[in-house]
């Protein structure tokens, strides 16, 4: 079943300058698929299309049956409820605990009167507990988070964005700025996440290897166009040298260790 399909999709910050140019790509239920390309690219501007955190400029966006680019304000809480963002840097709020943090995930559930008294039901209390344990957090569950190391910080994140009960997670570049240990981690929760849970998993990954070992699909970004796509196997330093340009070398330098 097709959960997302991009169609003719650009955008434009300022009038003119194309960020996207005529995407089109859809994403299969129950996928792990990376979206890879130099800075710049448009991996960005292109997750935040999908959950309309910013407005295409032109094309359409069907999720899950839906057309994103129309609409409004209380069905687009809906539509945020069931794609689960997670960042670079997890945007957690650094005076609360870990419970609070996930719970937070919790608010497009509740009236927001009850989520400003933080409210929440015991059932959410427990999904929130089974979820912060299935990421490793139980020992740091009272910690505020920003005692936790930006690994654990991660898997806050990932635990907020899965409260949620997303169809849908995107990821941008979320360990870009972890230790390849910590990365490693991460992404082995992303698979897990992405196997156990059949939700499906849209990432744009800066490293070609990291993609490459656990999507079932690349996505190669550049200038603003898709300039690939096809399996982990299929990409050859070719592919990569059309993707990244100048940047290329280095890349398959890391690939090929
Ligand atoms: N808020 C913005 N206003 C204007 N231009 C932007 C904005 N955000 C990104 N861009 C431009 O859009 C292009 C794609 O950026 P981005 O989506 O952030 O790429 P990536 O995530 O692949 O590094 C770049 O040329 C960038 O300068
Ligand atoms: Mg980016």
Redesign the pocket.
């Known amino acids: 079943m097709t959960l997302l399909e991009v169609k003719n999709v650009s955008k434009e910050?300022?009038p003119g300058?194309k960020?996207?140019s005529d995407i089109n790509f859809s994403i299969q239920q129950g996928e792990i698929v990376s979206i890879i390309?130099?800075?710049?690219?448009?991996?960005?501007?292109?997750l935040?299309c999908l959950n309309r955190m910013?407005d295409a400029t032109e094309g359409e966006i069907i999720f899950d049956g839906v057309n994103v680019l129309k609409l409004k304000k209380q069905e687009l809480r809906n539509l945020r409820r069931e794609i689960g963002m997670v960042f670079q840097h997890s945007n957690l709020v650094d005076r609360l605990t870990v419970m609070e943090n996930v719970l937070h995930g919790r608010l497009g559930y509740t009236s927001t009167i009850k989520g400003m008294f933080g409210i929440f039901t015991k059932e959410d209390k427990q999904e929130a507990e089974k979820i912060i344990q299935m990421l490793g957090l139980s020992e740091q569950i009272n910690q505020r988070a920003d005692s936790l190391s930006g690994g654990q910080q991660q898997r806050v994140g990932i635990s907020r964005a899965l409260i949620q009960q997303p169809k849908l997670i995107l990821a941008?570049?979320p360990i870009a700025s972890l230790d390849p240990s910590s990365s490693r981690v991460i992404m082995d929760y992303f698979k897990d996440i992405n196997q156990q849970m059949g939700i499906t998993v849209l990432l744009?990954l800066h490293q070609v290897d990291v993609a490459l070992k656990y999507s079932d699909r690349i996505i190669g970004?550049n200038g603003?166009k898709i300039v690939f796509e096809g399996l982990p196997s299929q990409v050859s330093q070719e592919t990569i040298q059309m993707i990244y340009g100048a940047d290329a070398e280095q890349l398959i330098m890391n690939v090929g260790e």
Not at 37 to 46: N, Y
């Open positions: 910050y300022v300058v960020a996207l390309g130099p800075s710049g690219a448009g991996k960005s501007t292109l935040r910013i941008d570049e744009n970004v603003g």
